[in-house]
């Protein structure tokens, strides 16, 4: 159970601090500091090498959480705050697959081909989307680490 739960933290960890980072540190001091020929591709790079990290931690959380549940004796067993844990990480990890397979892949092709202007609108909504999935992580931290407060 040790080695499952410090996984599953890892991949919180990686995953809500990231984009912690990338939402509150990078995201206001790239905006003040570059134009969006520099600012749009150094977002284009620094998703391509975090959604690598997010896709590893989003396996390794689902596998590690399940393994949990099933080491406590099944859904059952766990309280209900293992159950909304599970719904807002799949949520979050739906959420998440959205940013990849559409803003994302648009923002890329859109940077290629230097379009700043279509490049700027899909790291807009990235920023909505990754806002929403900050929120739901935090929360979801909450649950996993009081969450045996609310029953």
């Known amino acids: ?10 991949g919180a ?15 206001p001091a790239a905006a003040q500091l570059l134009q969006p ?6 977002w ?14 989003v396996v390794g959380i689902l596998l590690s959480g399940f393994w949990m549940i099933g080491l406590l004796g099944g859904f059952r067993s766990v309280g209900i705050h293992v159950h909304l844990m599970l719904l807002l990480g ?10 990849y397979f559409a803003p994302y892949r648009r923002l890329t092709r859109q ?9 700027g609108a899909s790291l807009a909504q990235i920023r909505k989307l990754v806002a929403v999935n900050l929120a739901l992580g935090i929360l ?7 969450g045996r407060m609310i029953g």
């Open 140 to 146: 979801t931290v909450a649950l996993g680490t009081a």
């Open 37 to 42: 020929p520099q600012r749009l591709p150094l």
């Open 44 to 57: 284009s790079g620094t998703f391509q090498r975090f959604f690598f990290w997010v896709w590893l931690s």
């Open 111 to 119: 940077v290629a081909s230097e379009d700043w202007q279509a490049a």
């Open 90 to 99: 799949i949520v979050m990890m739906i959420i998440f697959a959205h940013v």
């Open 1 to 10: 159970m040790d080695v499952a739960r410090f996984l599953h933290v890892l």
């Open 13 to 27: 960890v990686i995953w809500v601090g990231g984009m912690f980072f990338a939402y509150i540190a990078l995201r």
